[in-house]
């Protein structure tokens, strides 16, 4: 499942035909047609999101797929084949959240929510079937990428059309009102607005986006993403307090949002609380390392970048304090072993570190994260190379 065992292990999905049959066991009818939309990974630009700030994320090659069906008597019948229950709703109905669905249902409140906040902007029902390749809850964004497929399916059978940012809205909103979840814009955007040999800066702000060419293996680089094994559930009161902070350290600034600091060192002048200075410093800095980045890469100067992603860790680790310890030891051990930068992803104390290695070096520095967390006694970790793909379209 999950991850690829091995360094560089291959990512290309081939459910399309497949899912097509799947259809037809649970259905009795072909589906009408097959839709596709990726997980992301975040290149730079860590904790600027709820701070207005700009983000960079790349879709993965990996996602998921859903076969769908019209149907025009107002219900959604939704099946996963990651998933045990099958999920039948009507369209139009409460937020899913207020429902209080048992926890086997829970799933499908991202494609049901996403059916009834399009249902606003004139879809209906549908048949889907739903397969993935995206590991769950490893901040490879499968949430996201479930209702970017999920909405673009029902748009195209009901011959709705929304452009794809205000798609991503709406998505971004099914996830927040119907799921429940107050997550920002960033990975809705990422699976519906990315392209292949791209990074995409989006200013969370505005919304607005660019495409940033982004392509590791044309420089003879590998961007390794490793899943460090370690669960972040112990974060999760940290995540929420980091966002206070920053509110209170924009409030005793007098900015909207920490975005604005124009400022630093006057900023951290006027701060007297060390820990708000500290979540200044990141915040600010990371959304200059996020315009460096894309400067360095407008300038086709990849290997350069590697020291932002390097820059980006010791802030997320030393200013904003969010790494954990497994994050730690893999960057460590991949910069001895000849990888020009690396960092924790996410919100911390747990999940993913990507690396970006020499294309010839990147099973050494595989090789020796593991051995790094071999000594320690720790689960090994598991590796995927990540290869700047499209966002979501239709496979058939
Ligand atoms: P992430 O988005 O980082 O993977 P989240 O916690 O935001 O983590 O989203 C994971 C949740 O999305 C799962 O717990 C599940 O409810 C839902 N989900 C994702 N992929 C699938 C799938 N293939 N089938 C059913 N549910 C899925
Ligand atoms: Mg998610």
Known sequence: EAFGAEVGAEMGTEMGAEIGEAFGAAFGRAPDGVWHAPGRVNLIGEHTDYNDGLVLPFALSRGVTVAAARRDDGVIDVRSRQAPTAVTAPVDGPPVVSEGWPADRAWAAYPVGVARVLREHGTGGASLLIDSDLPQGAGLSSSAALECATALALCDLHGVEIDRPALARLAQRAENEQAGIPCGLMDQSASLLCTAGHALMLDCRSGLSSQVPFDPAAAGLTLLVVDTRASHALGGGEYGRRRAECEEAASLLGVDALRDVKDLAAALGSLK????????????????????????????????????????????????????????????????????????????????????????????????????????????PRFLEAVPSDGARRLG
Do not use: C
């Open 273 to 380: 609380d060390p820990v708000l200075r500290r979540r200044v410093q990141h915040v600010v800095t990371e959304n200059h390392r996020v315009e460096a980045t894309v400067g360095l890469l407008r300038a086709g100067a990849l290997p350069e970048f590697g020291a932002m992603l390097n820059a980006s860790h010791l802030s997320l680790r030393d200013q904003f304090e969010v790494s954990w310890p497994e994050a730690d030891a893999t960057v460590d051990a991949a910069l001895r072993a000849g990888a020009r930068g690396g960092r924790m992803i996410g919100g911390g104390f747990g999940g993913s570190v990507i690396v970006l290695a020499p294309a010839a070096r990147a099973e050494r520095v595989g090789e020796a994260v593991t051995a790094a967390y071999e000594k320690r006694g720790w689960t090994p």
